[in-house]
């Protein structure tokens, strides 16, 4: 158990996968599986509890890998779980992401009926994520695993996506990622931004007060909510080529293409934050943790630092609203969890190659509908709280070849014109990662 700030959190009993933060860099793999027979999903259950990784992660896992599980809702019927224990989840869980693709943005190249198939199908019922420092510690825990689930006639894998982040923490379209990330009470994490108190605990973990004061509302029983989270996967190809064109073609030199790239991002590639490096990329201020998130946009309220339509600036506007306090940016936050899948295209190369790749991102929290569905929805596809109505993401936005992106600039504006979607959704699923007690609660249904 951990006390810090007033609040107890049982650590032990929770995934490491939601709250702590794996040494870079590394190597994973994404595994589903289809239960097709009750008894032998409880078993996998059984076998797979010994191996998840709870309480605070050791800089190298004992066994080689870490390993969280997480059910989607057909997996957690397809092991048995009592139906008003299943009606207790969040509608949206229930629902799945398939459904909810025209909220979310997934529409044409990117809805459903493109994804890659099991994704979005009722054949997905349990998501493994394995995480290793290297391919050959990873393989050995993937055998494990494989030999936990090969004898049990009932249990299929159905898909499997291999993944990594590089030492430099950069993805396909060349800027480090995962900087911006909260911290959360209790969870012995201390904040990469001193201008952000740290979360309360009951904003990623079930069973904990959250920033209303309140109880998030919880699957139940009890044991089966309890220190568990949601856990959002989305599998996101990026069309790097297209994105390096559409640069080249709107900027002057090199140097105007970082720049633009970095307003979209509202980061350097290094990762350092154009809100304290404006005028030009600061590898040492990226690479540094104490300082790369340190920052607020205060100063900066029309953008000319950082425009307010850039990624990471809608994703999380920081203290934008504090003002008039119309939202509270507090109840929308995430941790977030983005891997690499797929080569790099190699610098320079302008024409794509064909290869598929991308991020896998996980996103973990207690309220998919404001934490994630909201974000999504309301910050990078949608620009009326920015006042730019037209505007959406320029980076990640559905934007379909005609969609602008406004750098506030002196003496006038710039805008760049007819944004193509730079990135297509290949599927996803919204998840449930149980506490261990839950897991062991899992096992034993004997309904
Ligand atoms: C392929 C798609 C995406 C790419 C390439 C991407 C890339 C990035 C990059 C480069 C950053 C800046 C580094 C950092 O602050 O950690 C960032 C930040 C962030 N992104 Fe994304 N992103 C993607 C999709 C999304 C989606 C779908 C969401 C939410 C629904 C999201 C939420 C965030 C958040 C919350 C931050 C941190 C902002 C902050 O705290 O300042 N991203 N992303």
Redesign the pocket.
């Known amino acids: 158990m951990t006390a810090t700030e007033g609040v107890t959190l049982e650590l032990d009993d929770i995934q490491s996968g939601a709250l702590h933060e794996r040494p870079s860099p590394y190597v994973g793999t994404y595994l589903l599986l289809r239960i097709d027979d009750r008894a032998a999903g409880r078993e996998l259950v059984r076998r797979l509890h010994r191996f998840v990784d709870a309480g605070r992660p050791a800089p190298v896992p004992e066994q080689g890998a870490w390993l969280t599980v997480a059910f989607t809702y057909n997996g957690l019927k397809a092991l048995g779980v009592p139906q008003v224990s299943l009606d207790s989840f969040a509608p949206e869980f229930r629902e799945g992401m398939a459904a909810r693709a025209a909220e979310l943005g997934d529409v044409g190249e990117s809805s459903p009926e493109h994804w890659e198939k099991p994704l979005g199908t009722a054949d997905v019922h349990v998501a493994l994520a394995f995480l290793s420092p290297d391919a050959a510690r990873l393989e050995a825990v993937l055998e494990k695993a494989r030999r936990a689930y090969r004898e049990l006639a009932g249990v299929e894998p159905i898909w499997r996506q291999d993944c990594y982040q590089l030492p430099s923490g950069r ?3 060349g ?7 909260p911290a959360v009470e209790g969870s012995g994490r201390p904040p990469s931004n001193p201008h952000e108190r740290p979360l309360k605990a009951g904003e990623i973990i079930l069973g904990y007060p959250d920033e209303t004061g309140e109880l998030p509302p919880m699957p139940s029983p009890d044991v089966l909510g309890r220190n568990g989270t949601y856990v959002v996967f ?1 599998k ?1 190809h ?1 069309k790097v080529a297209v994105y390096r064109r559409y640069l080249r073609e709107k900027a002057a030199s090199r140097e105007e293409e970082a720049r633009l790239g970095a307003k979209m ?3 350097w590639q290094s ?1 350092a934050p154009l809100a304290l490096a404006p005028e030009r990329d600061d590898a040492e201020l990226g690479a540094d943790p104490r300082r790369n ?1 340190g920052f607020v946009y205060a100063d900066d309220p029309r953008g000319l630092k950082c425009p307010v339509g850039a ?3 809608r ?2 506007p ?1 203290d934008a609203f504090d003002r008039d306090g119309s939202v509270d940016v507090r109840l929308h ?2 941790i ?1 969890r ?1 891997t690499s899948y797929g080569p790099m295209l190699p610098d320079g190369v302008f024409e794509d190659d064909g290869a598929d790749r ?2 896998v ?1 996980v ?1 973990a929290g207690a309220h998919l509908k404001r934490q ?1 569905e909201f ?2 929805t309301q910050w ?1 596809n949608d620009g009326i709280f920015i006042g730019a109505p037209l505007e959406k993401d320029p ?2 936005g559905p934007n379909d070849g005609s969609g602008s992106f406004t750098i506030p600039e002196r003496p006038i504006r710039r805008r760049l014109q007819n944004l193509p979607p730079f ?1 297509v959704t290949r599927g996803g699923e919204y998840c449930f990662a149980p506490g261990l007690t839950a897991m062991r609660w899992l096992a034993e249904l004997d309904s």
Do not use: C, E, P, Y
Not at 175 to 181: E, L, S, T
């Open positions: 993805t396909s379209f800027f480090k990622d995962g900087i911006g990330q989305r996101l990026t991002v509202g980061r990762g998130n990624h990471a600036r994703a999380n920081r936050r995430m977030r983005g991308g991020i991102f996103f994630f974000v999504k990078l980076l990640v990135v």
